[in-house]
């Protein structure tokens, strides 16, 4: 079995994103890694070479800065990403560049992507979420935070990053999944308030043409990203990937976050209080088939 890991990368300096602990993460899993550099302001290239390993192979792009509607210029290029793996791997392993795996899952997702290999009924593995906020110590734990998503699928050039890249689909037909008993650590709300704005103002433009609240003129005014406006969060209580050590231990910022304070709807209070009993996600939007 043959797995190629692949990802896309622009600015990662400028913005502090995770990207050398989101790939160093899979790279015992996959036997190759594609990462496609957009055009970077900054030192990013340089960034990911200093990864020490042979499995990268690093690729060129320029972001096109027509595309502003629902961030589709992060499916463009994580589809010419998906281009450049080797055609003999079976699997391709997708991470964006603030997200990372657990190191205690390795062992999980190599298994599942053996056991489906040869099921083609399977087009991809979906794995479960943690959307980490404001610090490493508290998660998102409303609906507002997608709990599941795709990040392993077939080497089959039919397959297309959808909207923002968050998923994955065949033309505009939903693919076909296993779940997989795996967490995505998501990184990308942990920021100092300055770095956060920063990246919001910055990375706007690619949803300037969308009706996007967090895109909105108030969320990016100023010059500090409020962490007080979320509606529910509690404390994480396991560990976090040894890649994430050394970021963790640097952090340089405090935040006062008063998690006991839930800001619901009475509708959203309702369907939060039933999954968390039931552990059911009532109207879900799911961007994949679990067969």
């Given at each position: 079995?043959?797995?190629?890991g692949?990802?896309?990368?622009?600015?990662?300096?400028?913005?502090?994103y995770p990207?050398?602990?989101?790939?160093?993460?899979?790279?015992?899993?996959?036997?190759?890694?594609?990462?496609?550099?957009?055009?970077?302001?900054d030192?990013?290239?340089?960034?990911?070479?200093?990864?020490?390993?042979?499995?990268?192979k690093?690729?060129?792009?320029?972001?096109?800065?027509?595309?502003?509607?629902?961030?589709?210029?992060?499916?463009?290029?994580?589809?010419?990403?998906?281009?450049?793996?080797?055609?003999?791997?079976?699997?391709?392993?997708?991470?964006?560049?603030?997200?990372?795996?657990h190191?205690?899952?390795?062992?999980?997702?190599?298994?599942?992507?053996?056991?489906y290999k040869?099921?083609?009924?399977?087009?991809?593995?979906?794995?479960?979420?943690?959307?980490?906020?404001?610090?490493?110590?508290?998660?998102?734990?409303?609906?507002?935070?997608?709990?599941?998503?795709?990040r392993?699928i077939r080497?089959?050039?039919?397959i297309?990053?959808?909207?923002?890249?968050?998923?994955?689909?065949?033309g505009?037909?939903?693919?076909?999944?296993?779940?997989?008993?795996?967490?995505?650590?998501?990184?990308?709300?942990?920021?100092?308030?300055?770095?956060?704005?920063?990246?919001?103002?910055?990375?706007?433009?690619?949803?300037?043409?969308?009706?996007?609240?967090?895109?909105?003129?108030?969320?990016?005014?100023?010059?500090?990203f409020?962490?007080?406006?979320?509606?529910?969060?509690?404390?994480?209580?396991?560990?976090?990937?040894?890649?994430?050590?050394?970021?963790?231990?640097?952090?340089?910022?405090?935040?006062?976050?008063d998690?006991?304070?839930?800001?619901?709807?009475?509708?959203e209070?309702?369907l939060?209080?039933?999954?968390?009993?039931t552990?059911?996600?009532?109207?879900?939007?799911?961007?994949?088939?679990?067969?």
């Amino acid at each position: 079995m043959k797995i190629s890991g692949f990802t896309i990368i622009r600015n990662a300096v400028t913005y502090d994103y995770p990207v050398v602990e989101a790939i160093t993460s899979i790279l015992p899993m996959v036997d190759e890694m594609i990462v496609l550099v957009g055009d970077s302001e900054d030192d990013t290239e340089e960034l990911i070479r200093s990864i020490p390993t042979e499995k990268i192979k690093i690729h060129h792009s320029v972001w096109d800065p027509h595309l502003k509607k629902n961030g589709e210029v992060l499916a463009v290029e994580t589809d010419k990403a998906f281009q450049l793996i080797s055609p003999d791997s079976d699997w391709a392993f997708y991470i964006q560049a603030d997200e990372v795996i657990h190191e205690q899952y390795h062992d999980a997702i190599c298994k599942a992507a053996e056991k489906y290999k040869a099921d083609l009924r399977v087009d991809g593995l979906l794995f479960n979420y943690l959307h980490f906020y404001g610090t490493y110590d508290y998660v998102g734990d409303s609906r507002k935070w997608y709990h599941k998503e795709v990040r392993i699928i077939r080497n089959d050039k039919t397959i297309h990053a959808y909207r923002d890249a968050q998923g994955f689909r065949r033309g505009s037909e939903k693919i076909n999944v296993k779940p997989v008993d795996a967490f995505v650590y998501h990184y990308g709300w942990v920021k100092n308030p300055r770095q956060m704005k920063e990246k919001l103002k910055k990375v706007h433009v690619y949803w300037e043409d969308s009706d996007d609240k967090d895109t909105s003129e108030k969320r990016l005014a100023g010059d500090l990203f409020n962490f007080n406006e979320f509606d529910s969060l509690r404390p994480f209580e396991g560990t976090h990937p040894r890649v994430m050590e050394n970021r963790i231990s640097e952090k340089n910022w405090h935040i006062d976050l008063d998690i006991s304070k839930k800001n619901f709807s009475p509708k959203e209070k309702l369907l939060y209080w039933y999954e968390k009993k039931t552990g059911k996600r009532l109207f879900d939007f799911r961007n994949y088939k679990i067969i």
